[in-house]
């Protein structure tokens, strides 16, 4: 005999008027053909169906549901759902409201008319009990861990509606311009270890070559130049702190002091000590 329930957490600490804000997280097994609507509601719904067969209408389109499968409920839509009379559905479902949900279901292609979302659903459903645990013990964290897990829902989502991206994409150009900042936040966040090319193109899923060509062309410089570059900045900031130039040289990646000093003054015009003395407040 089926075992049907229904439960709803809802948000204990929400915030009125913010970009994001989980309303509420729930879980259910419905009765044979149970059926809400038609309503219209003022946030958005999202459902996630875990087994079992059912049907959602909304613009006088008609779409038949099953397991995997998501259907969104927009405000101001007005909408029915129904659950299959021999193997009614068992589903999880979240609610927010704010610009910034608005803004992730335009990403996703997802609208009135394409409501629904094949796909996704393991990331959806284990974010979405994840929502509901959340709010269930009341902690003044809950909204940032709801956030967190609604934009993990929302990654697969959009991975499973679409997946090579927004419809245009950004062109060669484009993306030739976004691998070239890929490369240079990877040698920022490097900058204070030895590193090489090789291994920042290995890293990145490049040919050396190829990877130092695109630098050169989208960022002006070659690779190791920026480096060198990045190096220096950060080495003049670090000079102005009380620390010697041995530790200087180690945070910028110079284990040589001796090294980094021919360095510094090749690309600065100067030794560390000559910029130190000259910058550093009496």
Known sequence: MLKTFSRTSVHPHPRPGGALTVLFAGHSQTEPSHRMGPQKLDYVLIHTVIEGKGWFRCRDKHYDLGAGDSFVILPGELHSYQADERHPWRYRWISFRGSEGERWLAAAGVDAE????????????????????????????????????????????????????????????????????????????????????????????????????????EMGMSPIRYLQQLRMERAKALLLEPLSVAEVALAVGYADPLYFSKSFKKHVGCTPSEFRSVHSTP
């Open 114 to 217: 394409h409501p629904i979302v094949h796909g996704g659903e393991e990331t959806a459903l284990k974010a979405m009990a994840a929502v509901e645990k959340a709010f269930r013990k009341k902690e003044w964290t809950s909204e940032w861990e709801a956030e967190g897990w609604l934009r993990l829902a929302f990654a697969a989502w959009a991975k499973a509606n679409r997946p090579v991206g927004p419809p245009g994409g950004v062109g060669k150009q484009g993306i030739a311009q976004a691998e070239a900042d890929r490369a240079a936040r990877w040698l920022q966040a490097q900058s204070a270890h030895a590193v090489t090319i090789a291994q920042m193109a290995k890293e990145l899923g490049y040919h050396r070559t190829h990877l130092t060509k695109l630098f050169r062309r």
